[in-house]
């Protein structure tokens, strides 16, 4: 081992150390962060520690939607009355839309959920299975998430297929890590990434496994999903209120028929409303109104839902 990977394997270490300091000893680590380490998700793969660092742009995002939490206040979403063992969420995963997606965060911060089910479109295309996940543990922004012990048991009956590399590659999970972490949620994890192609037989085979393994559990359902992709504001706006149709009245054969002008996920949206009989629109809007011009470029829309 040269000495450029040996002092690079060090730094790991002494970031997973530092966590689990922190973690377990209740250790406050200092106001100014280390930014090495905050822009670090740390892996275990194969036995070996692994990093993936968040691009500069993306890292200075999340920095920027951090920084400014007070002033989400004055514009909340109507409060969530939480009186069930289970919740679910419906996310963007562009860091464009970050400041709502954490406002969402917040609003059920209180949760506390004992396991958190995070589901992703495919984006890199890695074809092997329909259904992706992982066993290892993974550590963002100084929370320790580990993977929830289902996964075994799920890839035994060919519900699913371990990918080692899976979440250091795929921004619909790794980009909600570190609001999970800021929120203050620490709970195992079960990480999905679901193809387009997934059929619908195996979809309802893997939501009948987990609508009896949560049966009795407090669980934190998110479905990382972007909406209209590739269209005009005006032209995603129409598509957007046809997809609200199809949610509001669980229109499963147009939801599986659709295609990006509608959304990303088509499967990840299937699992997350056969969980939940009651959903509530909490916020919509597109990459244009966001930034405030460009209507007329190409986009992405974000709709963020509660269902319980």
Not at 93 to 98: K, Q, R, Y
Not at 129 to 136: C, F, G, V
Not at 166 to 171: G, R
Not at 251 to 276: C, M
Request: charge should be negative; proline fraction near 4%.
């Amino acid at each position: 081992m040269n000495v450029k990977r040996k002092s690079l394997v060090l730094a790991v270490i002494c970031t997973v150390a530092i966590c689990l300091l922190r973690i377990g000893y209740g250790w406050d680590a200092p106001a100014e962060k280390d930014a090495k380490q905050n822009m670090r998700i740390v892996a275990v793969v194969d036995n070996e520690i692994q990093t993936v660092s968040y691009p500069a742009p993306e890292y200075l995002q999340l920095m920027n939607i951090f920084s400014k939490t007070e002033s989400l206040d004055e514009n909340r979403f109507e409060t969530l009355e939480i009186d069930k063992k289970q919740i679910g969420m419906i996310l963007p995963h562009h860091l464009l839309a970050g400041h709502e997606i954490l406002k969402a965060y917040r609003e059920i911060a209180d949760f506390d959920p004992e396991l958190i089910i995070l589901m992703s479109p495919n984006h890199q295309g890695r074809i092997n299975a329909p259904i992706l996940s992982r066993k290892e543990p993974l550590i963002a922004f100084d929370t320790i998430f580990l993977m929830d012990d289902c996964v075994l048991e799920m890839e035994n009956k060919h519900l699913i297929r371990y990918d080692k590399e899976l979440l250091l590659l795929e921004h619909g999970i790794y980009n909600h890590l570190p609001f999970l972490s800021e929120v203050g949620f620490d709970a195992p994890i079960l990480t999905l990434v679901v193809a387009r192609n997934t059929s619908v037989e195996q979809l309802d085979a893997v939501h009948a496994y987990l609508n009896d393994y949560t049966k009795n559990k407090k669980v934190l359902w998110i479905a990382s999903i972007d909406f209209s992709h590739y269209l005009p504001a005006a032209m995603a706006n129409t598509k957007d209120d046809e997809t609200m149709e199809w949610i509001e009245n669980r229109n499963y054969e147009a939801i599986a028929k659709s295609t990006s002008d509608h959304l990303d996920a088509p499967g990840v949206l299937r699992l997350w409303l056969k969980q939940f009989e009651n959903t509530k629109l909490l916020w919509h809007s597109n990459s244009a109104e966001i930034s405030d011009g460009f209507h007329d470029v190409p986009g992405t829309s974000y709709l963020i839902y509660y269902g319980e």
